[in-house]
């Protein structure tokens, strides 16, 4: 029993050991800006877990980071030496040229990542994704039992079976939605957007190509779901929708994988809303086969303006924020989809794993899609409250993208 | 003061304003007229979890030489201030011409963010002002009239929403308004009306909006005038008094000529504030029903791709706004100032 126990004491002080050996850093400052979501909370642990003498490791995880990662990366040396960021967030990067190539790192040190982890541009590695997320479909399964329908595949059924459950009387608003003016309704816009078989801009240019009929088709969508939404939902972002989802206001909704996982895991969620959770994969639209959704990975960079030795401290503390060994716990393995080796997907990735194999299209990495991203979540706002057409808002959108677009020099 | 010495008294106060006020101006006017170079695309292949693709980037070193050769960006003059997202007269032209009515006039202007966001911003300003001059005013004559041992009490808690970080006060005024909240639960039951909600009307947001901005900036006018009714003369009321002039009266006639000064003085600092109204169109995640200036510049600043031309010729136009807004009284002081020499 002792020397049983003896063992297990060596043992675990052997694998401590090598956890710190992984991180191997001798001097150095790593700084990291990132989103502030669960799994990515646990990556900044893992990097702070290297500090110690004379390597200073800080993290400033804030769901306002895009608003700061670029103005802390452009000056020299860079106050953030790297930037957790989505392929959305690293064109912004990319475009003012404050992200270092990678591959010599990736030699040395990255012998543990996987091929398919490395964002390759041109040829060079830019960054280093460790999960995957997309937006899928949350639901009640005890409220659909009550009425009797399977869950929706698509929008079309989800509006059906909202109606039924409204005519029922089981709740008012059933539906959910980060609706919010800004980023997030341009986001969900973009979603119906793609599943109606739209493009964005005209083929290979930057030309805006959102006033077509699968804009003017994906507005009506929004706008007949947002009529089974709690009236407020232009006010509300991701994290206001999972409240009244916890509330149980809310029986169907349209929610990031990322966030799904720990959807039920707060104070004070009434136990039916915990045992009716259920994940399923993304909704399509119109008759459509691609999934009105997109793709997203997360990922890190390491900062351009920054000495080679902070470049290399800073690879090597984010190496060991996504350290395969991290995945044995449960609690972090069920975080998110990560792209780490020896992930087995938990229950919680069915939605965007399903996302993965229904096609869907990756969210566009172009450099003006950021311009669009905003002109989208400044006018659609007028639609969505019923004082303009769809017409109206999309030219208008096109309108707002074009002078923003001339402005940044892309058309 | 002699020449000299005024110069030097002045030097350090002259040197900061030209470090902290002047340059920074000096600093956007020239980042309103320089827009970044324009982007050389390249094609490439890019890798990923999801596969490979062939998408359009920037040709980093293309651009890198290009921005070497005009390190200021392109010049582009007064092109953004005319923009659509700003003064976009092109388009006001255009509406002037198409429609019909001056409702039809206004109802696109309204679409242009610059002329949506004046609009509001000029609504909240001319009625936010006088209203709090007003609240601020006769908190001071009630807390004036009270008995000296629940003073010190009575004012702290008047001065409370000034104390209150703006954001933070918004927010809670936020929460109480929502549908679910306290006081939006109470305005639903009182109009009857369950589907009732203050966050989804632009009317009843617009309200909230100056509502907030009343109660937040009232105590700055009340704590002014509470001083300035300590000098009110007594010998005057006293004689007014005596006359048998009713309290109103008193007021009218004696204190309010009296504080006249300090009026103007709250209203000139209270337009300049209110003309920048910020934390609460943030606080209250009002952006679909009302936007300011100063949050357009937030708004360009916060997207994925910062626009930084577009925020610094908004900023101008704040400024400009702001000069505008303040001529009337710039010029009376400017004549005071003739008079007297």
């Given at each position: 029993m002792i020397k049983k126990l003896l063992l297990a004491?060596?043992?675990?002080?052997?694998t401590s050991a090598t956890a710190h050996a992984a991180c191997d850093i001798s001097s150095g400052r790593v700084s990291v800006v990132g989103n502030e979501f669960?799994?990515?909370?646990?990556?900044?642990?893992?990097?702070?877990?290297?500090?110690?003498?004379?390597?200073?490791?800080?993290?400033?995880?804030?769901?306002?980071?895009?608003?700061?990662?670029?103005?802390?990366?452009?000056?020299?040396?860079?106050?953030?030496?790297?930037?957790?960021?989505?392929?959305?967030?690293?064109?912004?990067?990319?475009?003012?040229?404050?992200?270092?190539?990678?591959?010599?790192?990736?030699?040395?040190?990255?012998?543990?990542?996987?091929?398919?982890?490395?964002?390759?541009?041109?040829?060079?590695?830019?960054?280093?994704?460790?999960?995957?997320?997309?937006?899928?479909?949350?639901?009640?399964?005890?409220?659909?039992?009550?009425?009797?329908?399977?869950?929706?595949?698509?929008?079309?059924?989800?509006?059906?079976?909202?109606?039924?459950?409204?005519?029922k009387g089981i709740l008012q608003n059933p539906v959910g939605g980060a609706y919010k003016a800004g980023w997030n309704l341009a986001q969900?816009?973009?979603?119906?957007?793609?599943?109606?078989?739209?493009?964005?801009f005209k083929d290979g240019s930057a030309m805006p190509n959102v006033n077509s009929e699968a804009g003017v088709k994906a507005l009506n969508m929004m706008k007949a779901?947002?009529?089974?939404?709690?009236?407020?939902?232009?006010?509300?972002?991701?994290?206001?929708?999972?409240?009244?989802?916890?509330?149980?206001?809310?029986?169907?909704?349209?929610?990031?994988?990322?966030?799904?996982?720990?959807?039920?895991?707060?104070?004070?969620?009434?136990?039916?809303?915990?045992?009716g959770f259920k994940?399923?994969?993304?909704?399509?639209?119109?008759?459509?086969?691609?999934?009105?959704?997109?793709?997203?990975?997360?990922?890190?960079?390491?900062?351009?303006?920054?000495?080679?030795?902070?470049?290399?401290?800073?690879?090597?503390?984010?190496?060991?924020?996504?350290?395969?060994?991290?995945?044995?716990?449960?609690?972090?393995?069920?975080?998110?989809?990560?792209?780490?080796?020896?992930?087995?997907?938990?229950?919680?990735?069915?939605?965007?794993?399903?996302?993965a194999q229904m096609n869907t299209i990756p969210y566009p990495m172009l450099p003006y899609?950021?311009?669009?991203?905003?002109?989208?979540?400044?006018?659609?706002?007028?639609?969505?409250?019923?004082?303009?057409?769809?017409?109206?808002?999309?030219?208008?959108?096109?309108?707002?993208?074009?002078?923003a677009a001339k402005e940044n020099g892309y058309l | 003061m002699k020449h000299k010495t005024f110069f030097w008294f002045f030097l350090p106060t002259g040197l900061a304003m030209l470090v902290f006020i002047a340059a920074p101006i000096v600093s956007v006017v020239m980042q309103s007229m320089f827009l970044p170079i324009e982007a050389v695309l390249v094609e490439t292949e890019n890798c990923g979890p999801f596969g490979c693709k062939t998408e359009t980037t920037i040709d980093q070193e293309a651009t890198a030489k290009l921005r070497e050769a005009n390190p200021l960006g392109r010049f582009a003059g007064l092109e953004v201030y005319f923009d659509r997202g700003h003064l976009a007269t092109s388009e006001v032209a255009e509406a002037w011409n198409t429609s019909e009515s001056w409702g039809a006039f206004f109802a696109?202007?309204?679409?242009?963010?610059?002329?949506?966001?004046?609009?509001?911003?000029?609504?909240?300003?001319?009625?936010?002002?006088?209203?709090?001059?007003?609240?601020?005013?006769?908190?001071?004559?009630?807390?004036?009239?009270?008995?000296?041992?629940?003073?010190?009490?009575?004012?702290?808690?008047?001065?409370l929403p000034m104390i209150v970080t703006p954001l933070v006060g918004s927010l809670i005024l936020f929460w109480m308004i929502d549908s679910r909240g306290i006081l939006g639960n109470f305005i639903s039951f009182l109009a009857n009306d369950p589907d009732l909600s203050l966050k989804a009307s632009t009317p009843l947001m617009w309200t909230s909006l100056i509502v907030?901005?009343?109660?937040?900036?009232?105590?700055?006018?009340?704590?002014?005038?509470?001083?300035?009714?300590?000098?009110?003369?007594?010998?005057?009321?006293?004689?007014?008094?005596?006359?048998?002039?009713t309290r109103w009266q008193q007021i009218r006639y004696v204190t309010i000529p009296h504080i006249m000064p300090l009026v103007t003085f709250v209203a000139l600092i209270q337009l300049m504030d209110n003309f920048r109204v910020f934390e609460p169109i943030v606080g209250f995640n009002a952006e679909a029903h009302a936007t300011s200036l100063s949050w357009i510049i937030f708004n360009d600043l916060g997207g994925e791709t910062r626009q930084l031309g577009a925020a610094a010729t908004t900023s101008v136009l704040t400024i400009l706004g702001v000069a505008i807004l303040l001529s009337p009284v710039l010029v009376r002081t400017w004549r005071d100032f003739r008079g007297r020499t």
């Open positions: 004491s060596v043992l675990a002080l052997a669960p799994a990515i909370q646990t990556v900044g642990k893992g990097a702070m877990a290297c500090a110690g003498d004379g390597v200073e490791v800080k993290t400033n995880l804030t769901a306002d980071h895009q608003k700061i990662n670029l103005a802390g990366m452009q000056g020299n040396p860079a106050e953030y030496t790297s930037a957790i960021i989505a392929n959305s967030s690293i064109v912004a990067l990319m475009n003012e040229d404050v992200i270092r190539p990678l591959d010599d790192l990736v030699a040395k040190y990255g012998g543990s990542l996987k091929k398919n982890q490395l964002i390759t541009i041109n040829g060079k590695v830019m960054a280093v994704a460790f999960m995957a997320n997309a937006q899928h479909l949350v639901y009640r399964a005890d409220v659909l039992e009550k009425i009797g329908v399977e869950p929706p595949k698509t929008y079309e059924d989800m509006l059906a079976a909202a109606k039924m459950i409204r005519e969900e816009f973009n979603n119906m957007f793609l599943g109606y078989g739209g493009s964005h779901l947002s009529e089974y939404m709690n009236p407020d939902f232009l006010t509300h972002d991701s994290n206001a929708t999972n409240a009244e989802y916890r509330a149980g206001n809310v029986a169907l909704m349209n929610m990031w994988g990322s966030r799904a996982a720990t959807m039920t895991d707060a104070d004070g969620v009434p136990q039916e809303v915990i045992d994940i399923a994969g993304p909704m399509t639209v119109g008759g459509g086969s691609t999934a009105a959704s997109t793709l997203w990975w997360d990922g890190w960079t390491v900062a351009k303006n920054i000495s080679d030795a902070d470049a290399e401290a800073t690879f090597k503390a984010m190496m060991n924020g996504i350290d395969p060994a991290m995945l044995k716990d449960a609690e972090v393995a069920k975080q998110a989809v990560w792209l780490i080796d020896g992930y087995e997907p938990t229950a919680a990735a069915t939605g965007v794993f399903a996302a899609m950021g311009l669009m991203h905003t002109a989208l979540g400044a006018e659609l706002a007028d639609f969505m409250q019923g004082k303009e057409s769809a017409e109206q808002a999309l030219a208008d959108v096109e309108a707002a993208y074009t002078a | 696109e202007l309204r679409d242009l963010p610059f002329y949506r966001a004046i609009a509001f911003t000029l609504t909240y300003t001319f009625v936010c002002t006088p209203l709090l001059i007003a609240l601020g005013f006769a908190i001071a004559v009630a807390v004036n009239s009270l008995h000296r041992h629940l003073k010190g009490l009575v004012i702290f808690f008047s001065l907030y901005g009343i109660w937040s900036s009232a105590p700055f006018a009340f704590v002014v005038f509470y001083a300035g009714l300590q000098t009110v003369p007594q010998d005057t009321l006293e004689s007014a008094q005596i006359d048998g002039a």
